[in-house]
T-cell receptor, first 114, second 115 residues
Framework: EDKVVQSPLSLVVHEGDTVTLNCSYE??????LLWYKQEKKAPTFLFML????IEKKSGRLSSILDKKELFSILNITATQTGDSAVYLC??????????????FGQGTILTVHP | GAVVSQHPSRVICKSGTSVKIECRSL??????MFWYRQFPKKSLMLMAT?????????EQGVEKDKFLINHASLTLSTLTVTSAHPEDSSFYIC???????????FGPGTRLTVL
């Protein structure tokens, strides 16, 4: 059974801190790894990673994938209170009837205090 | 781009009634849409995969006769919760995928409360 595990489950920091969120996966026919940010409503897309070792960056957020060790990290530098959210990672399946199916991790609840 | 809408955003109904939730991709064509359920403080659980013009593929443990999915066009999928019961109360989220991409774009979700 496909599995995605995130750590830590929750994290409390102060504004300006840097955080690293972890995601490990065991997925048959792995295709890509996606990161989402979920505030009060539905998740918003952050990154999709398909190649190992290539960092993707968007402002203060960056992410990288290691397909050999089966994990990804999401870094947030100079955190702000607006970064407070649940961060979800998901692994996409490439095989057969499961094509494109995303298996989600439990999420990391990030709280940034002023 | 890649906006997905969902309607209604919130619905309260009596036990035994049926509720229809619509999911639309507003600025792109989505050959595949997905329906998820999310319980408080939990992650998203995939319920079914909906391909335009064909029957939905349901995940194990999801009753296809209870959760009817129709994907009649490239921009619209509907989920009907039939004969809803209080245990069906949840946050239902749809997503749409652009052809040949793994990225799913999510709708804002529908909060269903069954009394």
């Amino acid at each position: 059974e496909d599995k995605v595990v995130q750590s830590p489950l929750s994290l409390v920091v102060h504004e300006g801190d840097t955080v690293t969120l972890n995601c490990s996966y065991e997925v048959t026919n792995f295709r890509s790894l996606l990161w989402y940010k979920q505030e009060k409503k539905a998740p918003t897309f952050l990154f999709m990673l398909t190649s190992s070792g290539i960092e993707k960056k968007s402002g203060r957020l960056s992410s990288i994938l290691d397909k050999k060790e089966l994990f990804s990290i999401l870094n947030i530098t100079a955190t702000q209170t607006g970064d407070s959210a649940v961060y979800l990672c998901a692994a996409a399946n490439a095989g057969g009837t499961s094509y494109g199916k995303l298996t989600f991790g439990q999420g990391t609840i990030l709280t940034v205090h002023p | 781009g890649a906006v997905v809408s969902q309607h209604p955003s919130r619905v309260i109904c009596k036990s035994g009634t049926s509720v229809k939730i619509e999911c639309r991709s507003l600025d792109f064509q989505a050959t595949t849409m997905f329906w998820y359920r999310q319980f408080p403080k939990k992650s998203l659980m995939l319920m079914a995969t909906s391909n335009e013009g064909s029957k939905a593929t349901y995940e194990q443990g999801v009753e296809k006769d209870k959760f009817l999915i129709n994907h009649a066009s490239l921009t619209l999928s509907t989920l009907t919760v039939t004969s809803a019961h209080p245990e069906d109360s949840s946050f239902y989220i749809c997503s749409a995928r652009v052809r040949a991409s793994d990225t799913q774009y999510f709708g804002p979700g529908t909060r269903l409360t069954v009394l």
